[in-house]
Every structure is written in C-alpha cells, then in structure tokens.
C-alpha cells in the first residue's frame, strides 16, 4: 500500500513557476513508476509527466516539454514537478500516482495509487 500527498500547488500569474511535491509513504518507493496528471473542470484526467522507477525514463505531454520537469529522490520517497512558464491553461488540479513498475504508461487507470490533488490556479 502506497499513500501519496501533494503540496506546493497555488495562484501563479502567467509566466510564473510553480513547483509541485509529492511524499510517498510506504515500502518500496523505488518499485513504482510515478506520474502527475491534472484534470481541469470538464475535461479528463490527462497525464501530464511519467517517471520511470530508476528515474532513467520519462515522458512529458507536449503541451508541457520544454516547461516542466519531472524528478524523484528514491532515498527521499519524493516526486516533484517544476513547472516554469506557466500558461492560463495548465489551471487544473494536480494529482500524483503511482503504480508498480511493469512498463511507461501514461494510462490514469493504469495506475494504482492516487493522492488527494492540488490545485494550480494561472491567472493571465
């Protein structure tokens, strides 16, 4: 069993950085790929940036590359999300998972572990 929290979400205006944080807790951290998806209101629940377990693989959405980065601290049980440049239209609410490592995927019902969501406001 894994349980996640997310923090570091807020009001940024455009242009702004945030940098979103996710604590692990439980055993084997290094065993699960991590992902950050964001749902905004009406849409569906998008991936937006997936770390494999050693930290060795990544994927960023398009709309995100070049903007955010994605990293973890498996001695530290922690993934974190900078995001720089920010746009009006990655308002959303932030969510980390997790699921036990078998292959990159940037399926949401894919992964197994969900935490709580932060928000992240852009204000142009």
């Known amino acids: 069993q894994v349980q996640l929290v997310e923090s570091g979400g807020g009001l940024v205006q455009a242009g702004g950085s945030l940098r979103l944080s996710c604590a692990a807790s439980?055993?084997?951290?290094?065993?699960?790929?991590m992902g950050w998806f964001r749902q905004a209101p009406g849409k569906e629940r998008e991936a937006v940036s997936v770390?494999?377990?050693?930290?060795?693989?990544?994927y960023y959405a398009p709309s995100v590359k070049g903007r955010f980065t994605i990293s973890r601290d498996n001695t530290k049980n922690t993934v974190s999300l900078q995001m720089n440049s920010l746009k009006p239209e990655d308002t959303a609410v932030y969510y980390c998972a997790a699921r036990v490592s078998v292959g990159l995927t940037t399926t949401p019902s894919d992964y197994h572990y969900w935490g709580q969501g932060t928000q992240v406001t852009v204000s142009s």
């Open positions: 770390v494999r377990r050693s930290g060795s693989n990544t």
């Open positions: 439980g055993r084997f951290f290094s065993s699960y790929d």
